[in-house]
């Protein structure tokens, strides 16, 4: 059974926490493994985009290679 997006936001956050980092990448056969899902849908990304930055201020980006992880702010200024 697929982990919940709830559960999905909560480590996406935990990561970038244990990690001590303002922005993270994970690739996608992880997050297949580590969230036992075994067909993506658009709508769990549009719904993990949204309970991300509701409840952690995060920004998720949904990419071919990867996924990015990021925290709202301007912490890497160019």
Not at 26 to 45: F, G, V
């Amino acid at each position: 059974m697929p982990k919940s997006v709830e559960y999905i936001v909560d480590d996406f956050n935990d990561r970038l926490r244990r990690a001590n980092v303002e922005v993270g990448t994970i690739l996608w056969s992880d997050i297949y493994n580590d969230y036992e899902i075994t067909r993506w849908k658009p709508e769990r990304a549009e719904q993990i985009m949204a309970r991300a930055m509701e409840k952690y201020g995060l920004n998720v980006s949904f990419t071919h290679a990867v996924v990015t992880i990021t925290t709202n702010r301007n912490f890497s200024p160019i």
